[in-house]
């Protein structure tokens, strides 16, 4: 008997198109790297070191992250003050702060000759020194910290109203809440956060590259671009981003069940309201906790402002330019991360689960500076590479942003094709159309965010160009990067505020579209 | 059966949802106004569903004397309105209704005069630029009506799309409706609750229940002398 008309979906191969060029794309340089490796492969015990540098920062940093977001998520759940909804929005602003103007906020409170220094010197202490492990994990946890706040927050926050009321009315202490209530919770989200930043860490670059260094704080990410830039040696190049595929890919797999999702409004909602800790040592626990980590995310970026001010003046025509080129280089970078994120969400949103994850998947164990070596040693041939650095950087950047606009897209993409899916087949609403009146409309909301997040992360972004770039072509991180390098530091500082500007500034502008006309 | 005059005719009908399955075989004819009834959870959705080509079934749906059991759900001759989500929530009444007309929504001015006349037909003529989250519950009603109105398909099939609404809007929107198919001429499936919306708005009654949708009967007949699985759903 014939088989009837099928659900409704939007019948369109450019979905699996997409997904089917990034594939290419990274298996592409994945393939390249793999033949230029030399056999047999010889790891010697710098790569030993690389190695055990990467997983151990990565282990620290997650581990201090998530133990230092538990205390500041509880406190922001169980208090409601002026300006919580600020300070919990400020905790997603390191996800799209620049690593390099991080770092240097950094350096300005933590470095050598920085405030907290100065201080220590005041009563005859030496020094702090962030050179090294303790640097590289200091920025990871100021990066990641806020993260894993807004994630155990938002869990946290999921628990009904309900339950609070019952624990009030029962009288529950503190420490029985956190027993029948928040430890359940914790127990769920805590390992999924930890997993999350130690992928993420594994494969960190930048901070690596501003600092670590040396045979003692060298990430494998760092190794393949000193064996690329300063020995030209492709062949233990391309072994150690094979390595960096297997470490990151493996942890990535192993972490992939308990990832837990990215969402834009994450720990934003209304704080539930709560009948314990009323104590006056448990609000002042609490207001010290949210202090020290408001202190910790505010004081760098004041730093930056701070002394970017004063650097402006000081710095050399390069960064004009280099800032006109990384505006368009992030411009091109968000326009092909929505040509592709659209239609990839729109087909997962329609298979089943899986989907999303593996591609998750990809984003995490796949280095950048992996797809950048193999994208050189395919060019190489043909082109001067550095004639292509910026477009390939763009491209990279877009594939990394993928996965996180794609899970910021699908749910939304998800619930238009739940809500309006029978409606518009019913209607006939199908190709651009359907595009233009129906999905568009609905999911524009998150499509500004993710088209912000990718724009910052590009803009931002210190990874695949310093592998292609030659002294003319420079994009702002690169151009800070080289300005700090020669020890200019005060033009780095100004360089430092205009690349914040431009990235805030980028997200700012896709977000607010994404909001503007967003209605029930 | 005058297979002529059928509007809607499936043979064979077989729906299957998990542990979940319905079959059906009956016609319904021209101009006919058939209340759908039967207990919660008996396929009454699944069965409109089906026949709007909107879940997967067997057997044959032929509308209008057309085999359209392969078509796609707007190449039925069907409109459809659903329990909710009828409009969009973004689109103003004037767009909603004007998608009736063109899913590409880009309208001459005859085709639009078609949009302000329904949207007029129905009691929204000021109404056309509001959206739908501006307007009540049975303003939305009406803007659903007046493009089933523009949309002028053969057979209308009504998932309870009034069912949030009080009972005195529900029977004004249940007449509105009978006002819409006449004048479009359409064969009208509802689905409904209610004993008194079927005396109200129908003509026959399609009972479903223990995994098959009945032939339609008479109204009259039926509530007059229901069968005996249908008097335990009545609790009469």
Same mark, same amino acid.
């Given at each position: 008997?014939?088989?009837?008309?099928?659900?409704?979906?939007?019948?369109?191969?450019?979905?699996?198109?997409?997904?089917?060029?990034?594939?290419?794309?990274?298996?592409?340089?994945?393939?390249?790297?793999?033949?230029?490796?030399?056999?047999?492969?010889?790891?010697?015990?710098?790569?030993?070191?690389?190695?055990?540098?990467?997983?151990?920062?990565?282990?620290?940093?997650?581990?201090?992250?998530?133990?230092?977001?538990?205390?500041?998520?509880?406190?922001?759940?169980?208090?409601?003050?002026?300006?919580? +909804?600020?300070?919990?929005?400020?905790?997603?602003?390191?996800?799209?702060?620049?690593?390099?103007?991080?770092?240097?906020?950094?350096?300005?409170?933590?470095?050598?000759?920085?405030?907290?220094?100065?201080?220590?010197?005041?009563?005859?202490?030496?020094?702090?020194?962030?050179?090294?492990?303790?640097?590289?994990?200091?920025?990871?946890?100021?990066?990641?910290?806020?993260?894993?706040?807004?994630?155990?927050?938002?869990?946290?926050?999921?628990? !009904?109203?309900?339950?609070?009321?019952?624990?009030?009315?029962?009288?529950? !202490?503190?420490?029985?809440?956190?027993?029948?209530?928040?430890?359940?919770?914790?127990?769920?989200?805590?390992?999924?956060?930890?997993?999350?930043?130690?992928?993420?860490?594994?494969?960190?670059?930048?901070?690596?590259?501003?600092?670590?260094?040396?045979?003692?704080?060298?990430?494998?990410? *760092?190794?393949?671009?000193?064996?690329?830039?300063?020995?030209?040696?492709?062949?233990?190049?391309?072994?150690?981003? *094979?390595?960096?595929?297997?470490?990151?890919? &493996?942890?990535?797999?192993?972490?992939?069940?308990?990832?837990?999702?990215?969402?834009?409004?994450?720990?934003?909602?209304?704080?539930?309201?709560?009948?314990?800790?009323?104590?006056?040592?448990?609000?002042?626990?609490?207001?010290?906790?949210?202090?020290?980590?408001?202190?910790?995310?505010?004081?760098?970026?004041?730093?930056?402002?701070? &002394?970017?001010?004063?650097?402006?003046?000081?710095?050399?025509?390069?960064?004009?330019?280099?800032?006109?080129?990384?505006?368009?280089?992030?411009?091109?970078?968000?326009?092909?991360?929505?040509?592709?994120?659209?239609?990839?969400?729109?087909?997962?949103?329609?298979?089943? +689960?899986?989907?999303?994850?593996?591609?998750?998947?990809?984003?995490?164990?796949?280095?950048?500076?992996?797809?950048?070596?193999?994208?050189?040693?395919?060019?190489?041939?043909?082109?001067? !590479?550095?004639?292509?650095?910026?477009?390939?950087?763009?491209?990279?950047?877009?594939?990394?942003?993928?996965?996180?606009?794609?899970?910021?897209?699908?749910?939304?993409?998800?619930?238009?094709?739940?809500?309006?899916?029978?409606? &518009?087949?019913?209607?006939?609403?199908?190709?651009?159309?359907?595009?233009?009146?129906?999905?568009?409309?609905?999911?524009?909301?998150?499509?500004?965010?993710?088209?912000?997040? &990718?724009?910052?992360?590009?803009?931002?972004?210190?990874?695949?160009?310093?592998?292609?770039?030659?002294?003319?072509?420079?994009?702002? !991180?690169?151009?800070?990067?080289?300005?700090?390098?020669?020890?200019?530091?005060?033009?780095?500082?100004?360089?430092?505020?205009?690349?914040?500007?431009?990235?805030?500034?980028?997200?700012?502008?896709?977000?607010?579209?994404?909001?503007?006309?967003?209605?029930? | 059966? %005058?297979?002529?005059?059928?509007?809607?005719?499936?043979?064979?009908?077989?729906?299957?949802? =998990?542990?979940? #399955?319905?079959?059906?075989?009956?016609?319904?004819?021209? =101009?006919?106004?058939?209340?759908?009834?039967? @207990?919660?959870?008996?396929?009454?959705?699944?069965?409109?569903?089906?026949?709007?080509?909107?879940?997967?079934?067997?057997?044959?749906?032929?509308?209008?004397?057309?085999?359209?059991?392969?078509?796609?759900?707007?190449?039925?001759?069907?409109?459809?309105?659903?329990?909710?989500?009828?409009?969009?929530?973004?689109?103003?009444?004037?767009?909603?209704?004007?998608?009736?007309?063109?899913?590409?929504?880009?309208?001459?001015?005859?085709?639009?005069? %078609?949009?302000?006349?329904?949207?007029?037909?129905? =009691?929204?003529?000021?109404? =056309?630029?509001?959206?739908?989250?501006?307007?009540?519950?049975?303003?939305?009603?009406?803007?659903?009506?007046?493009?089933?109105?523009?949309?002028?398909?053969?057979?209308?099939?009504?998932? $309870?799309?009034?069912?949030?609404?009080?009972?005195?809007?529900?029977?004004?929107?249940?007449?509105?409706?009978?006002?819409?198919?006449?004048?479009?001429?359409?064969?009208?499936?509802?689905?409904?609750?209610?004993? $008194?919306?079927?005396? %109200?708005?129908?003509?026959?009654?399609?009972?479903?229940?223990?995994?098959?949708?009945?032939? @339609?009967?008479?109204?009259? #007949?039926?509530?007059?002398?229901?069968?005996?699985?249908?008097?335990?759903?009545?609790?009469?």
């Amino acid at each position: 008997m014939a088989r009837n008309a099928q659900p409704v979906r939007t019948g369109t191969i450019a979905g699996p198109v997409a997904a089917g060029t990034v594939f290419a794309l990274i298996l592409a340089a994945l393939v390249a790297v793999a033949a230029k490796a030399e056999l047999p492969v010889r790891f010697g015990p710098a790569d030993w070191a690389a190695l055990r540098f990467t997983v151990w920062q990565s282990f620290l940093s997650a581990l201090f992250s998530v133990l230092f977001a538990i205390p500041v998520a509880r406190a922001l759940a169980r208090r409601s003050f002026v300006g919580r +909804r600020v300070l919990v929005t400020l905790l997603g602003a390191p996800f799209i702060l620049p690593v390099i103007v991080a770092v240097m906020g950094l350096l300005v409170v933590f470095g050598g000759a920085g405030w907290v220094s100065q201080g220590l010197g005041l009563f005859g202490l030496p020094p702090l020194s962030i050179y090294g492990l303790e640097g590289v994990v200091l920025a990871h946890v100021f990066f990641n910290m806020p993260l894993a706040t807004r994630l155990i927050l938002q869990g946290w926050q999921a628990i !009904p109203a309900e339950q609070f009321r019952l624990a009030g009315q029962l009288g529950l !202490p503190p420490p029985a809440i956190f027993r029948t209530l928040e430890w359940p919770v914790l127990r769920q989200v805590g390992p999924g956060a930890f997993a999350l930043i130690f992928v993420i860490c594994l494969t960190s670059f930048a901070v690596a590259l501003t600092l670590g260094g040396g045979p003692r704080a060298t990430t494998i990410e *760092l190794a393949i671009y000193q064996a690329f830039r300063f020995e030209f040696d492709l062949g233990r190049a391309a072994v150690l981003s *094979l390595v960096q595929l297997v470490v990151a890919g &493996s942890a990535a797999v192993a972490a992939l069940w308990i990832l837990p999702p990215i969402a834009a409004q994450m720990g934003r909602g209304r704080p539930v309201r709560r009948w314990d800790a009323q104590g006056t040592g448990l609000r002042l626990l609490d207001a010290t906790w949210i202090g020290l980590a408001a202190a910790f995310l505010l004081v760098p970026l004041g730093a930056i402002v701070g &002394s970017g001010v004063p650097g402006l003046a000081q710095m050399p025509a390069q960064v004009w330019q280099a800032a006109w080129t990384s505006i368009w280089v992030a411009t091109l970078c968000t326009v092909v991360l929505v040509a592709l994120a659209l239609p990839i969400s729109i087909w997962l949103a329609q298979t089943r +689960r899986g989907g999303a994850e593996a591609l998750t998947l990809i984003g995490l164990a796949a280095s950048p500076l992996m797809i950048g070596t193999g994208w050189f040693i395919l060019i190489n041939p043909f082109a001067a !590479p550095a004639d292509l650095a910026l477009v390939v950087t763009a491209l990279v950047n877009a594939t990394m942003g993928l996965p996180f606009a794609v899970r910021i897209l699908m749910p939304a993409m998800r619930q238009v094709m739940t809500d309006y899916g029978r409606l &518009s087949a019913g209607l006939g609403l199908s190709g651009p159309a359907l595009w233009r009146i129906v999905i568009l409309p609905r999911v524009r909301t998150p499509l500004g965010f993710a088209a912000g997040l &990718s724009a910052a992360l590009s803009i931002g972004d210190l990874g695949v160009v310093t592998l292609f770039a030659d002294n003319d072509r420079a994009t702002l !991180p690169l151009q800070m990067y080289r300005l700090m390098g020669s020890y200019r530091t005060e033009a780095a500082a100004g360089a430092a505020l205009v690349l914040l500007t431009l990235a805030l500034g980028m997200f700012w502008l896709c977000d607010a579209w994404g909001r503007r006309h967003a209605e029930g | 059966m %005058r297979g002529g005059d059928d509007m809607l005719k499936v043979d064979g009908l077989h729906i299957a949802q =998990g542990d979940f #399955e319905l079959g059906a075989d009956f016609a319904v004819a021209k =101009g006919q106004r058939v209340a759908v009834i039967g @207990p919660s959870g008996a396929g009454k959705s699944t069965l409109l569903n089906a026949i709007g080509g909107y879940i997967e079934s067997t057997g044959t749906i032929n509308v209008n004397g057309q085999d359209v059991s392969a078509a796609a759900p707007d190449r039925r001759g069907i409109a459809m309105l659903f329990q909710d989500g009828n409009l969009f929530p973004h689109l103003t009444l004037a767009q909603n209704v004007g998608l009736g007309l063109r899913p590409a929504l880009r309208l001459n001015p005859a085709e639009q005069t %078609r949009v302000r006349a329904a949207l007029d037909s129905v =009691g929204l003529a000021k109404l =056309g630029q509001r959206k739908p989250g501006d307007v009540s519950g049975g303003q939305q009603s009406r803007a659903a009506l007046a493009r089933v109105l523009v949309q002028g398909r053969p057979l209308l099939l009504l998932d $309870e799309p009034f069912a949030a609404l009080g009972p005195a809007l529900r029977g004004e929107m249940l007449d509105l409706t009978s006002t819409v198919a006449r004048d479009t001429g359409a064969t009208v499936l509802m689905i409904t609750h209610a004993p $008194e919306d079927a005396k %109200r708005a129908a003509d026959q009654v399609i009972f479903v229940d223990g995994g098959r949708a009945q032939a @339609p009967r008479p109204v009259r #007949e039926i509530m007059s002398n229901p069968p005996e699985a249908l008097r335990a759903y009545l609790g009469s």
